[in-house]
T-cell receptor, first 113, second 111 residues
């Protein structure tokens, strides 16, 4: 029962480097999303997808890119890392419909130096 | 822009005390959820409320959705150290799948 799997768990990047955070779910959920969590800010939505081939921006999309080629996978790309992107990143998935339970991965702690 | 404000931001209490956490917004939500998050883990759902005025109980936790569906509260009776964690409210608006999360309340219950 894997649920939502995120890799890596920890990452250190230098300013300007690019990388991809991986997210996979095995629950056949249509809805997937990426959040960043910073102290005192709760979770802020970066990008989300309501199904394969469909993505949209959340509250804080700048500097991030996503694609959804399959139901299972929803990678998040940092195009050119900046210190302001130091954060903990969470991927979540859920069934469609407001009020459905969101299942979260364990998070990726990213530090940009 | 954060649409959901939680208060208090931090709370440190003794075991056995009662507490209430508030989640407020100027927006109307079609549903509101409460999650608890422990260090190094993702949030885990506690409850979902969908009807204005709805009250749900989960053992010592009582959740209420405001009549106008703009606010919610979480009341814990006789808090225990195991209740320690970050509590997050999250709302969804009609016609969207987006979850808007609150700013979070960090609770510490001392033995």
């Amino acid at each position: 029962n894997a649920g939502v799997t995120q890799t890596p768990k920890f990452q250190v990047l230098k300013t300007g480097q690019s990388m991809t955070l991986q997210c996979a779910q095995d629950m056949n959920h249509e809805y997937m999303s990426w959040y960043r969590q910073d102290p005192g800010m709760g979770l802020r939505l970066i990008h989300y997808s309501v199904g394969a081939g469909i993505t949209d921006q959340g509250e804080v999309p700048n500097g991030y890119n996503v694609s959804r080629s399959t139901t299972e996978d929803f990678p998040l790309r940092l195009l050119s890392a900046a210190p302001s992107q130091t954060s903990v990143y969470f991927c979540a998935s859920s069934r469609p419909g407001g009020g459905a339970e969101a299942f979260f991965g364990q998070g990726t702690r990213l530090t940009v130096v | 822009t954060q649409l959901l404000e939680q208060s208090p931001q931090f709370l440190s209490i003794q075991e056995g005390e009662n507490l209430t956490v508030y989640c407020n917004s100027s927006s109307v939500f079609s549903s509101l959820q409460w999650y608890r998050q422990e260090p190094g883990e993702g949030p885990v759902l506690l409850v979902t409320v969908v009807t204005g005025g709805e009250v749900k109980k989960l053992k010592r936790l009582t959740f209420q959705f405001g009549d106008a569906r703009k606010d919610s509260s979480l009341h814990i009776t006789a808090a225990q150290p195991g209740d320690t964690g970050l509590y997050l409210c999250a709302g969804t608006t009609s016609g969207t799948y987006k979850y808007i999360f609150g700013t979070g309340t960090r609770l510490k219950v001392l033995a």
